[in-house]
């Protein structure tokens, strides 16, 4: 079986013109989705819309590892775009541009259904930061108090957490779901307003949302 999911990450997201979106859609789903698969170490590729939250655009890559996108194949793309690209990349025509690398921090291994798992159909995504003297105690809280309690709620496939190896915050949360209404469910506003000890005494008064976090997307390629 294929290998679609790894212990890296890189995130795009952008916002961009009105006028340019329709070229932007085609460059990146007729041209740059299929170049950055065909580098070593690229897993799987999905391209979301922001049904909530910012930027609008997210172009979410799996890698086997955060290494990938440091790879001398992956420099000598960067270094030498298409034509194409030069009119149309995020970096050139782009607004609020983020391009973050990531690796996995949660869970510590993946499962084999997940490593199997096709690009969920939608995605909530957090991007937030804490005081470094919270670090170990935000991770475990998270991981023991918060994340295994959405298993509950229905529509929810999966969570994975990430610290970022190029850019900030220094954190993100993936949670894969279902559908965007699933974000919109009172079994999810629940999970999100549930008091747990150290969570909500010790760390969510210290946590920041980094600006248009938490954000909801759509997949809108592959259809």
Not at 3 to 15: C, E, I, S
Not at 54 to 70: G, I
Request: hydrophobic share 40%; aromatic share 12%.
């Amino acid at each position: 079986m294929a290998v679609k999911k790894g212990r890296g990450l890189l995130m795009v997201f952008v916002d961009v013109a009105e006028e340019l979106e329709d070229e932007f859609n085609r460059w990146y789903n007729e041209e740059h989705i299929d170049e950055r698969l065909a580098i070593p170490g690229v897993l799987s590729a999905a391209r979301y819309v922001a049904i909530q939250g910012s930027p609008k655009y997210l172009a979410f890559y799996e890698l086997d590892e955060a290494e990938a996108y440091y790879s001398d194949t992956w420099k000598n793309i960067l270094a030498n775009p298409t034509d194409w690209s030069k009119r149309m990349s995020p970096t050139v025509i782009g607004n609020n541009f983020i391009r973050n690398v990531y690796r996995m921090i949660y869970p510590d291994a993946l499962t084999e259904e997940t490593i199997q798992a096709d690009m969920s159909p939608a995605v909530l995504i957090g991007r937030m930061s804490v005081p470094p003297e919270l670090d170990a105690k935000f991770n475990e809280a998270y991981n023991t108090e918060r994340l295994p309690e959405c298993y509950k709620v229905p529509g929810y496939i999966r969570n994975r957490r990430f610290e970022a190896v190029e850019g900030t915050p220094k954190y993100m949360t993936v949670h894969e779901i279902e559908s965007p209404e699933v974000a919109e469910t009172t079994d999810w506003k629940a999970w999100s307003a549930m008091v747990t000890p150290v969570w909500n005494s010790e760390i969510r008064p210290h946590m920041i949302h980094e600006s248009g976090s938490p954000g909801v997307y759509r997949r809108i390629f592959p259809e």
